[in-house]
Protein backbone atom coordinates (compact mmCIF):
# COMPACT_ATOMS: atom_id res chain seq x y z
CA UNK A 1 0.00 0.00 0.00
CA UNK A 2 2.22 3.09 -1.05
CA UNK A 3 0.85 6.27 0.56
CA UNK A 4 1.42 8.85 -2.08
CA UNK A 5 3.94 11.28 -0.66
CA UNK A 6 6.16 8.25 -0.54
CA UNK A 7 5.26 6.92 -3.86
CA UNK A 8 6.82 10.23 -5.01
CA UNK A 9 10.09 10.16 -3.17
CA UNK A 10 10.89 6.60 -4.37
CA UNK A 11 9.68 6.94 -7.85
CA UNK A 12 12.27 10.09 -7.99
CA UNK A 13 15.28 8.33 -6.33
CA UNK A 14 14.84 5.25 -8.75
CA UNK A 15 14.60 7.75 -11.85
CA UNK A 16 17.67 9.51 -10.65
CA UNK A 17 19.32 6.45 -11.22
CA UNK A 18 19.15 5.24 -6.92
CA UNK A 19 19.24 1.01 -6.58
CA UNK A 20 15.67 1.00 -4.19
CA UNK A 21 13.65 -1.69 -2.84
CA UNK A 22 9.96 -1.41 -1.16
CA UNK A 23 9.04 -3.54 1.69
CA UNK A 24 6.19 -3.76 3.12
CA UNK A 25 4.65 -5.10 6.75
CA UNK A 26 1.27 -6.49 7.25
CA UNK A 27 1.47 -5.54 10.52
CA UNK A 28 4.66 -3.41 11.51
CA UNK A 29 5.04 -4.35 15.13
CA UNK A 30 4.85 -7.94 15.33
CA UNK A 31 7.18 -11.30 15.70
CA UNK A 32 6.39 -12.37 12.24
CA UNK A 33 7.60 -8.77 11.25
CA UNK A 34 10.73 -9.34 13.34
CA UNK A 35 11.24 -12.50 11.91
CA UNK A 36 10.90 -11.10 8.32
CA UNK A 37 13.26 -8.49 9.43
CA UNK A 38 16.08 -10.95 10.47
CA UNK A 39 15.83 -12.78 7.06
CA UNK A 40 16.73 -9.81 4.70
CA UNK A 41 19.32 -8.36 7.66
CA UNK A 42 22.15 -10.27 5.70
CA UNK A 43 20.75 -9.14 2.30
CA UNK A 44 20.61 -5.65 3.47
CA UNK A 45 24.12 -4.98 5.39
CA UNK A 46 24.75 -2.08 3.56
CA UNK A 47 21.42 -0.81 3.24
CA UNK A 48 19.96 2.78 4.19
CA UNK A 49 16.81 2.43 5.62
CA UNK A 50 13.91 5.13 5.38
CA UNK A 51 10.66 3.97 7.13
CA UNK A 52 7.29 5.83 5.82
CA UNK A 53 4.47 7.80 6.67
CA UNK A 54 2.38 6.83 8.97
CA UNK A 55 4.54 3.96 9.78
CA UNK A 56 6.39 5.24 13.15
CA UNK A 57 6.61 2.25 14.72
CA UNK A 58 8.90 0.16 12.41
CA UNK A 59 11.92 2.15 13.62
CA UNK A 60 12.47 0.60 16.77
CA UNK A 61 12.17 -3.44 15.27
CA UNK A 62 14.52 -2.17 12.27
CA UNK A 63 16.87 -0.67 15.04
CA UNK A 64 17.06 -3.64 16.91
CA UNK A 65 17.50 -5.90 13.67
CA UNK A 66 20.28 -4.09 11.88
CA UNK A 67 21.54 -1.95 14.41
CA UNK A 68 21.02 1.49 11.91
CA UNK A 69 20.28 4.50 12.55
CA UNK A 70 16.98 4.84 10.52
CA UNK A 71 15.80 8.06 8.58
CA UNK A 72 11.84 8.27 9.11
CA UNK A 73 10.12 10.13 6.35
CA UNK A 74 7.66 10.76 8.88
CA UNK A 75 5.06 13.46 7.02
CA UNK A 76 4.00 14.48 10.61
CA UNK A 77 3.65 13.13 14.19
CA UNK A 78 0.67 10.33 14.92
CA UNK A 79 0.19 12.49 17.40
CA UNK A 80 -1.29 15.20 15.48
CA UNK A 81 -3.10 13.17 13.43
CA UNK A 82 -4.70 10.72 15.41
CA UNK A 83 -4.95 12.41 18.73
CA UNK A 84 -5.26 16.01 17.46
CA UNK A 85 -7.12 16.31 14.39
CA UNK A 86 -9.43 12.66 14.76
CA UNK A 87 -9.59 12.64 19.04
CA UNK A 88 -9.21 9.10 18.37
CA UNK A 89 -8.69 8.73 22.53
CA UNK A 90 -9.18 5.00 23.28
CA UNK A 91 -10.43 3.40 26.20
CA UNK A 92 -9.64 6.13 29.38
CA UNK A 93 -7.49 8.12 27.22
CA UNK A 94 -5.13 5.01 26.68
CA UNK A 95 -4.03 6.77 22.95
CA UNK A 96 -2.95 9.81 24.60
CA UNK A 97 0.02 7.78 26.16
CA UNK A 98 0.65 4.88 23.62
CA UNK A 99 0.95 7.20 20.53
CA UNK A 100 3.30 9.86 22.31
CA UNK A 101 5.63 7.67 23.07
CA UNK A 102 5.49 6.09 19.66
CA UNK A 103 6.17 9.26 18.31
CA UNK A 104 8.90 10.18 20.89
CA UNK A 105 10.76 6.91 20.56
CA UNK A 106 10.13 7.21 16.55
CA UNK A 107 11.74 10.47 16.20
CA UNK A 108 14.40 10.34 18.97
CA UNK A 109 16.03 6.72 17.62
CA UNK A 110 15.78 8.09 13.75
CA UNK A 111 18.92 9.93 12.57
CA UNK A 112 16.86 12.42 10.48
CA UNK A 113 13.46 12.89 10.79
CA UNK A 114 10.95 14.51 7.27
CA UNK A 115 8.24 16.53 7.87
CA UNK A 116 5.61 17.99 5.24
CA UNK A 117 6.49 22.01 6.33
CA UNK A 118 8.45 24.22 8.15
CA UNK A 119 6.00 24.92 11.09
CA UNK A 120 5.90 20.83 11.31
CA UNK A 121 9.30 21.03 12.33
CA UNK A 122 9.04 24.03 14.94
CA UNK A 123 6.06 22.05 16.54
CA UNK A 124 7.64 18.88 15.97
CA UNK A 125 10.33 20.33 18.04
CA UNK A 126 8.83 21.84 20.62
CA UNK A 127 6.58 19.03 21.27
CA UNK A 128 8.82 16.31 21.79
CA UNK A 129 12.42 17.73 22.85
CA UNK A 130 14.15 17.25 19.73
CA UNK A 131 16.77 19.26 18.25
CA UNK A 132 16.16 20.96 14.93
CA UNK A 133 18.74 20.10 12.96
CA UNK A 134 17.75 16.85 13.44
CA UNK A 135 14.08 17.64 11.81
CA UNK A 136 13.62 19.30 7.83
CA UNK A 137 10.97 20.26 5.95
CA UNK A 138 9.72 17.95 1.92
CA UNK A 139 7.74 19.37 0.83
CA UNK A 140 5.43 16.59 -1.12
CA UNK A 141 4.66 17.76 -4.19
CA UNK A 142 2.59 15.75 -6.40
CA UNK A 143 2.00 13.14 -9.13
CA UNK A 144 1.44 15.08 -12.74
CA UNK A 145 0.08 11.88 -14.03
CA UNK A 146 -2.86 12.04 -11.46
CA UNK A 147 -4.08 15.55 -12.17
CA UNK A 148 -3.73 15.75 -16.04
CA UNK A 149 -7.24 15.25 -16.43
CA UNK A 150 -8.47 17.83 -13.99
CA UNK A 151 -9.47 20.44 -16.85
CA UNK A 152 -6.06 22.27 -17.24
CA UNK A 153 -2.35 21.85 -18.10
CA UNK A 154 0.00 22.50 -15.25
CA UNK A 155 2.35 24.27 -17.80
CA UNK A 156 0.27 25.88 -19.93
CA UNK A 157 -0.76 29.46 -18.60
CA UNK A 158 -2.26 30.82 -21.75
CA UNK A 159 -5.78 30.84 -20.71
CA UNK A 160 -5.54 32.29 -17.04
CA UNK A 161 -5.76 36.03 -16.10
CA UNK A 162 -2.43 37.46 -13.93
CA UNK A 163 -5.12 37.28 -11.16
CA UNK A 164 -5.84 33.46 -11.05
CA UNK A 165 -3.68 30.66 -9.87
CA UNK A 166 -3.99 27.26 -9.07
CA UNK A 167 -3.30 25.78 -5.54
CA UNK A 168 -2.67 22.12 -5.36
CA UNK A 169 -2.94 20.39 -2.25
CA UNK A 170 -2.46 17.13 -1.26
CA UNK A 171 -4.44 15.95 2.08
CA UNK A 172 -7.16 17.79 4.00
CA UNK A 173 -7.36 20.62 6.44
CA UNK A 174 -6.07 18.91 9.57
CA UNK A 175 -3.00 20.31 11.12
CA UNK A 176 -0.96 17.84 10.66
CA UNK A 177 -1.49 18.15 6.45
CA UNK A 178 0.38 21.62 7.04
CA UNK A 179 -1.98 23.34 5.36
CA UNK A 180 -1.51 26.54 7.60
Given at each position: ?????????????????????WIDFEK?????????????????????????????????????????????????????????????????????????????????????????????????????????????????????????????????????????????????????????
Amino acid sequence: NVRSRTQNYFHSLVTMGHRCEWIDFEKPFSFKTLVELHKLRKHLRSARFVITCPSHILVMPCLLVFRKRILLDAGWPLWDGVIGSRKQLGFLGVNLIKIYIFDFLAFHFSSKVILESEQQVLHTSKSFLLPKRKLFALFTGFNEKRVENFGFDLEDSTNRSRSQFSVLFRGGDQKESGLE
